[in-house]
């Protein structure tokens, strides 16, 4: 804790304090407001930390720890931050390669969350339902966007996919309300089943050459869309991927 504090730094305000494990100086109170141990709960493996549950009374930004236990902090689990109602923001430290399965699932009140170039794995449904969800970075470190990561984000209007993308999995961005704007890279070669299902505003797509293969029902229901524009050679079609649209299909010349 820091050696001091005026009695009216936290005067006026509704604020709980809120400090790591491992650190020492704290009481009960701090500046005539109520201290606590922040309840994260993690593994400690030898080698590295895995973050495994965050107390769902937990409010407001998260800014996740780097190291812990004197171990950098490498995972965070499967769940761990599932239904968390009032996290807002999280930021994830250089030190974290995986994030894992519902991970932020069904946090509502999320709105923004910062993915460091460390992340190599986001793995399935890791933010679905973040319906507050509205801004999200994907670093250039992922090559592949799991089932379901980002479905029901009620809020995310616009998604740049970067260059090292090859594969989009099944539900990836299905029902994503908002999403009016969605750029694909030229390394992407699959894009999975009901991958954008449901995107009710999204207006037009551009498929770059490198697709071989769009899943089914990959668009089928975004009912705003008008346009789409094959660049390279037609990549194989499942059925009903483009159910239910208005679009018209183009391709180049040859």
Known sequence: APSSFSSTT???????????????????????????????????RGDCIVITRLNASFTGHLPIPEILDGIP???????????????????IPDSVTSIGTY?????????????????????????????????????????????????????LASVTIPETVTSIGDDAFSYCGSLIDITFPESLDFIGDYAFTGCGLLSSVTIPGSVTHIGADAFSYCTSLTS?????????IDSYAFYFIPATLYYLPA
Do not use: H, M, Q
């Open 10 to 44: 936290f005067a006026n305000t509704p604020a709980t304090i809120y400090y790591f494990p491992n650190t020492s100086g704290w009481g009960t109170t701090v500046a005539g407001r109520p201290a606590k141990l922040l309840p994260l709960e993690f593994e400690n």
């Open 73 to 91: 902090v490498t995972s965070i689990g499967s769940s761990a931050f599932r239904a968390c109602a009032s996290l807002t923001s999280v930021t």
């Open 103 to 155: 991970a932020f699932y069904d946090c509502f009140s999320l709105r923004s969350v910062l993915i460091p170039d460390s992340v190599t794995v986001v793995s399935a449904f890791a933010f679905a339902f973040c319906s507050s969800l509205s801004e999200v970075t994907i670093p250039d470190s992922v090559t592949y966007i799991g089932r379901g990561v980002f479905t029901g984000c009620d809020s």
């Open 228 to 236: 789409v524009l094959f660049t390279g050679d037609a990549p194989d």
